[in-house]
C-alpha cells in the first residue's frame, strides 16, 4: 500500500442514486427510470452554499479526485485541481461529480440493462445531449438539497456542460467556470468526431452496437477512435518535445511494428482506453459534442441565448489549445459581455494543447484560485 | 479616498455615477475598484499581462485579457458609457485607430498619458539624449512607450480626426495639482488627462 498525498481527497466511494422521475430527452426520447453515481467531497454547509459541480468531458467520470483503493495507480482525472488547498479547495466546498447519463462508469448507459427488454440497451439507449446532462444534474441537486450551486465547473465538454446549466437554471448557480470549451463545434471539430465514428461503426465487431450479446466489442474501432481523439489534445509543439521523430531501438526495421515514440504512445493511449470504455458510449459522447448549440434557437445567436443567464463566469483557454483555441472562448466571452454580465477571461500560455485543462499549470492555478476565492466570498 | 492617486480621481469626478465604462490597459484593476466603490459603475477592464490578469480576478474586477492592439472589434457600437485608456495611449500600435475605436464602443472617451512636452524632457533632448523621467523611466531601446506626444499633438490629433475635448487636466509625477500647471500645462505637466466624444 502506497501512501496517499496529504493534498489529495484520499480514498472516496462512489454513490448512486436511483431517480424514478422519468427524464424527457431532447431527442423526444424518454428515460422512464435512470441511475446516477457520483461522488462528493468536502463539507456541505449549513446554508448549503458552498456545493460545486464538476462537469466531466467526453471520457471522464465522477471520479474526480481521491483513490478509491490503496492499490490505485491513478487518482480521479482532476486531482491536480481539486482537493484539500487546490484551486477547488475541498476545505471549502462541497464539491460534486456526477457521472453522465449514457456514460459507461456507472450511470445509466448503453451497457445498462434496459428493463423493458431484460438486456442491454446497447444502441436502443436514447441519445442524450448537454441539456439532458444538465436536466438530470439538476435532479441530483434536488436529491442533495442543493438549490443553488456555488459554482458550476467543467473543462471541454464539462465546461459547455457548466455553460447550459447558467442558460437552463440561471438562479440555480452564483458561477459558471468554462474552460477549454466552445459555444459549438466547427465543421472540422465534427470531422474529428464522424472519422471516429466510422472506425467503431465499421468494425465487424460493433454488430450494430449490440456486441455485448456477441460477447465482444470493437477493439479496434474503439482503439482508433481513441488515438485520433489523442492527436487532436496535443499540440504540435508538445508532441514535437515528447516524441520528435526518436526511433525505438535507435533504428528502423522497415516494417509496420513501433517506429517512432508517437506510435508507441498513441498504441498505448489505444490499448488502456479498451477494456475500460464502452463503444456504444463514444457515440454517443461523440454525438453530444456535435449536437450543442445553445445558439440553435437563436438563430445562431449566442448572445440572444445568454439572455436570461444571470450567473458570473469565468472563462479559461489555453494558446495551444487547436481543439477549441481560444477564439472559440471569446465566442462565449463576447455573448456574456453582451448582456452586461459579470465576466472575466484569461488565456493561459501554455503548450500541452487541449489536455492543459487536466494539468496543474502555475499561472493557471493561480487564476482559477483567485476566481474560487470569489466564489467562495460570494 | 486621499491616498488615491490624483489621476484616478480626476477620472472619478469626471464619470456620471453607475456607468458602464471599459477600462483599456486597466493594469491590476485599482481605477476600476476606485469606481465600483465610489461611483458604482459596472463593466470592463482589457489587460493582457498575466500578473495583473490575476490582481483584477483577486479585487473582484471583471477582466478579459486580450492585446489592445488587436483592436475592440468584439464591442459592439456604443455599448460603454466611457472608454478609458490610462497611461496606455503611448504603448500601443495604432493610437490613432484605437482612439477611432474608443468612439465607436463608446459615448465618451477618457484618455491619460506622459506629457513628451513637460520641461525637464525639453531639457534632456535639448541635451542631446532621449529623456528618462519618472514618468518615463525606460531606456530609448526598451521602453514599451512607442508613440509618445504632447499635448498639442494630442490636441491635434484630436482635430483631426474629428474629436470634441470635454474637458483636459495635467498633473505632476505625484500626481498633483498646481498653479503653474494650470498657465503652462504643456511644459510644466507630466501627465495628461482628457475627456473626448466625437464632434
Known amino acids: 500500500m502506497k501512501a496517499i498525498p496529504p493534498d489529495s481527497v484520499g480514498l472516496v466511494t462512489p454513490a448512486r442514486l436511483r431517480v424514478e422521475q422519468p427524464l424527457v430527452l431532447s431527442s423526444g426520447g424518454v428515460l422512464a427510470s435512470y441511475d446516477l453515481v457520483y461522488e462528493t467531497y468536502g463539507e456541505l454547509d449549513h446554508a448549503h452554499s458552498n456545493a460545486v459541480l464538476i462537469c466531466h468531458a467526453l471520457s471522464g467520470s465522477h471520479h474526480v479526485a481521491g483513490y478509491h483503493s490503496a492499490d490505485d495507480a491513478k487518482p480521479g482525472w482532476w486531482e491536480q485541481h481539486v482537493g484539500p488547498g487546490k484551486s477547488i479547495d475541498t476545505r471549502r466546498f462541497f464539491v460534486v461529480a456526477c457521472n453522465n447519463i449514457g456514460s459507461c462508469y456507472g450511470s445509466t448507459g448503453p451497457a445498462s440493462v434496459n428493463p423493458a427488454t431484460g438486456r442491454p440497451y446497447g444502441p436502443d439507449f436514447p441519445m442524450v445531449t448537454v441539456r439532458d446532462w444538465v436536466e438530470s444534474q439538476a435532479r441530483l441537486a434536488d436529491a442533495l438539497g442543493i438549490t443553488q450551486w456555488a459554482a458550476v465547473v467543467g473543462g471541454s465538454l464539462g465546461g459547455m456542460q457548466a455553460l447550459h446549466w447558467a442558460i437552463d437554471y440561471p438562479t440555480r448557480l452564483r458561477h459558471a467556470i468554462i474552460i477549454a470549451a466552445a459555444p459549438k463545434l466547427t465543421a472540422q471539430n465534427i470531422a474529428f468526431n464522424e472519422v471516429a465514428r466510422q472506425a467503431i461503426l465499421t468494425d465487424p465487431d460493433f454488430h450494430g452496437g449490440r456486441f455485448y450479446d456477441h460477447n465482444t466489442e470493437p477493439r479496434r474501432g474503439l482503439r482508433i477512435a481513441r488515438m485520433l481523439g489523442h492527436i487532436t489534445y496535443l499540440s504540435d509543439d508538445i508532441m514535437r518535445e515528447k516524441f520528435g521523430r526518436d526511433i525505438r531501438g535507435g533504428k528502423l526495421n522497415f516494417d509496420y511494428q513501433v517506429a517512432f515514440e508517437v506510435e508507441s504512445y498513441l498504441r498505448y493511449q489505444a490499448d488502456t482506453f479498451v477494456g475500460r470504455f464502452d463503444a456504444n458510449t463514444y457515440l454517443l459522447m461523440t454525438k453530444a459534442l456535435d449536437y450543442f448549440d445553445p445558439a440553435r434557437e437563436t438563430d445562431g445567436d449566442l448572445s440572444r441565448a445568454l439572455a436570461r443567464v444571470q450567473a458570473a463566469s469565468l472563462v479559461l483557454s489555453f494558446t495551444s489549445d487547436w481543439r477549441f483555441p481560444s477564439a472559440r472562448s471569446r465566442e462565449i466571452v463576447k455573448a456574456l459581455h453582451d448582456n452586461d454580465l459579470d465576466v472575466s477571461y484569461a488565456d493561459i500560455k501554455a503548450p500541452h494543447g487541449h489536455d492543459a485543462f487536466l494539468m496543474r499549470i502555475p499561472r493557471y492555478v493561480d487564476i482559477f484560485r483567485a476566481y474560487m476565492e470569489r466564489v467562495a466570498v460570494a | ?199
Open chain 2, 1 to 199: 479616498m486621499n491616498n488615491q492617486r490624483l489621476d484616478f480621481r480626476i477620472i472619478a469626478d469626471w464619470i456620471r455615477p453607475e456607468s458602464r465604462v471599459l477600462d483599456l490597459g486597466c493594469g491590476d484593476g485599482t481605477l476600476l475598484q476606485t469606481l465600483a466603490q465610489t461611483k458604482g459603475v459596472s463593466g470592463y477592464g482589457i489587460e493582457l499581462d498575466d500578473d495583473h490578469v490575476t490582481a483584477c480576478i483577486s479585487r473582484g474586477i471583471n477582466v478579459i485579457q486580450t492585446d489592445l492592439d488587436a483592436g475592440l472589434s468584439e464591442f459592439d457600437d456604443r455599448s460603454f458609457d466611457y472608454i478609458i485608456l490610462s497611461l496606455t495611449l503611448q504603448a500601443v500600435k495604432y493610437p490613432e485607430r484605437l482612439l477611432r475605436e474608443m468612439l465607436r464602443v463608446g459615448t465618451e472617451g477618457i484618455v491619460t498619458f506622459p506629457n513628451f512636452g513637460y520641461w525637464a524632457s525639453r531639457v534632456q533632448l535639448l541635451g542631446g539624449r532621449m529623456p528618462v523621467s519618472r514618468a518615463l523611466p525606460h531606456q530609448w531601446y526598451d521602453t514599451p512607450n512607442i508613440h509618445l506626444c504632447t499635448l498639442q499633438d494630442f490636441e491635434d490629433l484630436c482635430r483631426k480626426e474629428n474629436i470634441l475635448v470635454l474637458e483636459s487636466e495635467v498633473v505632476d509625477h505625484e500626481h498633483r495639482r498646481r498653479l503653474g500647471l494650470r498657465l503652462f500645462p504643456n511644459l510644466l505637466g507630466e501627465i495628461a488627462l482628457y475627456r473626448f466624444r466625437r464632434a
